[in-house]
């Protein structure tokens, strides 16, 4: 669970002749407070070291009682969750040399299907992160994104939502998970979108996961999980 707490932050720089000046406040934040049974545990996994140790100063900030742990690779990442099963959450970065974002997804999950993951990124495109949603990624967080949107992000996920932004949604909602086969599925009475769906619940995914795969409403999943199944 998690509640939120302001938090002010202050800044000072040195002065022409060197000496620091008094502390100045910035701008009021909130800070999430972890109400889980332990300290929040979260696992970076990104290749751009000053990346990971950036979001581990980022999360130990913004959520009391954060421990976050930066890896700089997915084969360290998978050593450390031999030994350390416990994370609350994963965030691994997309695009890595060696193994990448969405092969460490289905690895991990395979070893602890229980610890949210969600995927970072610099870069949106839309097949490749419709695949990592359907690989059973909690969401898709931008690297574009600003401290307060960040951690907002990071809260929705923890808090067992999935987390998409609006501008992603838009940008992905039109692509298919599969290649056309209309007419070929309309001889057995299914849209492709319902094949869509079909493929999506046939991996694991749930109605939350599938929705947000395919850019709709968990609604929308209900109605084609019925049409299905009458």
């Known amino acids: 669970d998690l509640a939120t707490a302001p938090a002010l932050h202050y800044w000072s720089r040195p002065s022409r002749s060197g000496r620091r000046q008094a502390p100045r406040p910035m701008t009021p934040v909130t800070k999430l407070c972890w109400r889980g049974p332990h300290d929040l545990r979260v696992l970076v996994v990104d290749d751009h070291r000053m990346f990971a140790e950036g979001l581990q100063l980022v999360v130990e900030e913004m959520f009391d009682g954060a421990v976050c742990v930066p890896t700089f690779s997915a084969n360290q990442a998978l050593a450390l969750l031999d030994s350390r099963p416990d994370f609350d959450l994963i965030l691994v970065d997309i695009n890595m040399p060696g193994i990448d974002g969405i092969s460490f997804l289905k690895t991990a999950l395979s070893r602890g299907p ?3 993951i969600a995927v970072l990124s610099s870069v ?8 990592a949603m359907a690989e059973g990624a909690r969401g898709f967080i931008s690297k574009a994104l600003d401290i307060e949107a960040l951690t907002a992000a990071i809260g929705t996920v923890i808090g067992g939502d999935i987390y998409l932004d609006e501008d992603v949604r838009a940008r992905f909602a039109d ?11 309309a001889r057995f009475g299914v849209t492709q979108r319902q094949y869509d769906v079909l493929v999506l619940m ?29």
Not at 211 to 219: C, D, P
């Open 124 to 131: 949106e495109e839309p097949r490749l992160i419709q695949q």
């Open 202 to 230: 046939n991996k694991g995914l749930s109605n939350k996961q599938i929705a947000a795969a395919l850019a709709v409403t968990e609604r929308t999943i209900k109605f084609h999980v019925g049409a299905l199944f009458i």
């Open 114 to 116: 229980d610890i949210p």
């Open 175 to 185: 692509v298919d998970t599969a290649p056309n086969n209309v007419e070929r599925l």
